[in-house]
């Protein structure tokens, strides 16, 4: 593995990308870390510390986890990516509702483009949006919640409109990075940049927990190991279609006459349901805390919200999580791969599968197989993501460094983008990663 890195780096083009994406890696770490104008550093790296160590901060440590510990710092870049990927669900799912949408994704690269337009005006709306609600919680001390000390140094209305426009311009800013990586790096840019903030706080969470020792260190090291195995065994596994193309004449030649297969991933959507989930199950926190009085006493859907969306012990979060995650596989697959331009491209070069005619029977055996393999990646996905939940206690989730959706997301990653060096060595005649 480490000499088929060597080719790489050996390698120009494929050196300039890898290059390319660790220096916007680098710079995304800075922004991470470098404080928006007008707050009180000091202070608030304090309060953070002491909420994250609390235990009613699952939901801190579920929004700090996606922006790599930048948001409980109101730093440049805290609001992170998750305008572009709550963009990206409303986009996707305005496919489905939309004609207009469904017709620019048949359009090939052009319809696409559009699509991508799209998303990129919503996510700056939902950059705008999302940087006020927590400059606003910020001002009313329910974004730390417990902490005495000012974490706004400059509390006046230019004060507080200068720190909305810097997160908002770091988000819009991560979006064209992510894009960035995509078009001239290696690997998928908003996938590449979840990984890195997830990794940003293994260090100190894995200190935390060793610290800790105990029964809770040996159960967290069963669950890694046991998420890890099932994790790579599930990702490595296909349902291989056999296709055979029969044997036709263009011009003076023969061609065809050859046995493939259609390789269908058990897991067909990836680690995108998990990421999509989990975005979504943090807006009714989020809801709840602007919503939140003065008082004493919170109203009556603070309670609720806090009980089924804040605590990723109860019942209804991890049941909530489980469908969203249900529903995100099955929505993503379908949007993704279409039985019948697949049953339409075989038929159109001469292929078929043994056994099934060609057109409207090929089409039902490619979506009853499809739908059976989708349950399985998708009780995977969300039984993955939630195994934590079930054995660690609340201090053990706030540390979600070391939880299910963590560890997925790296080793989905990890193995997406060693695939795509590969790859591109193997087209130069390389040796890849696997002998």
């Not at 006459?257 to 067909?268: A, D, E, I």
């Not at 943090?282 to 859907?301: E, K, N």
């Amino acid at each position: 593995m480490l000499s088929a890195f060597g080719s790489a780096f050996r390698t120009p083009d494929l050196r300039r990308k890898i290059l390319f994406t660790l220096a916007l890696i680098v710079l995304y770490r800075v922004g991470a870390m470098m404080p928006s104008p007008g707050v009180n550093f000091k202070n608030i790296q304090e309060c953070s510390a002491g909420v994250l160590d609390s235990d009613t901060s699952g939901v801190y440590s579920l929004i700090n986890l996606f922006s790599g510990g930048a948001l409980l710092q109101l730093s440049v870049f805290a609001i992170g990516i998750m305008p572009y990927i709550t963009a990206s669900i409303i986009v996707q799912l305005l496919t489905v509702v939309i004609p207009k949408f469904e017709d620019l994704r048949k359009e090939g690269q052009s319809g696409q483009a559009k699509m991508t337009q799209y998303t990129r005006y919503i996510t700056v709306a939902l950059a705008l949006l999302q940087s006020t609600g927590f400059v606003a919680l910020a001002k009313s001390g329910n974004l730390l919640q417990g902490c005495d000390k000012p974490i706004l140094a400059d509390e006046s209305m230019f004060g507080l409109l200068v720190i909305v426009l810097v997160m908002s311009s770091g988000g819009i800013l991560l979006m064209w990075m992510g894009e960035l990586i995509t078009e001239k790096g290696v690997g998928n840019g908003m996938s590449i940049l979840i990984f890195i903030s997830i990794g940003a706080g293994l260090p100190g969470m894995g200190k935390a927990i060793l610290d800790e020792g105990g029964l809770r260190f040996t159960l967290v090291m069963f669950a890694v190991l046991a998420i890890l195995v099932g994790v790579v065994f599930i990702e490595q596994g296909q349902r291989r279609i056999p296709v055979q193309y029969a044997k036709r004449m263009v011009g003076r030649r023969m061609y065809g006459g050859s046995s493939t297969y259609l390789p269908l991933k058990v897991n067909q959507a990836g680690v995108i349901p998990v990421i999509f989930a989990s975005s979504l199950l943090y807006l009714p926190t989020l809801i709840s805390q602007l919503t939140r009085g003065d008082g004493a006493d919170p109203h009556w859907w603070n309670t609720f919200l806090d009980k089924y969306f804040a605590n990723p012990q109860s019942t209804g979060y991890i049941v909530i999580y489980f469908l969203l995650i249900l529903f995100f596989t099955y929505f993503y697959v379908a949007i993704t791969f279409n039985p019948e331009e697949r049953a339409d491209e075989m038929k159109k070069y001469g292929g078929f599968i043994p056994g099934i005619r060609p057109g409207g029977p090929t089409v039902k055996y490619l979506q009853f197989v499809l739908n059976r393999i989708t349950l399985v990646g998708a009780l995977y996905l969300g039984g993955i993501t939630i195994l934590p939940n079930f054995f660690l206690g609340a201090a053990a989730t706030a540390g979600m460094a070391f939880g299910g959706t963590s560890i997925l997301i790296l080793v989905v990653v990890a193995l997406d983008t060693s695939k795509q060096i590969e790859s591109q060595l193997l087209q130069r005649n390389y040796e890849g990663f696997l002998r």
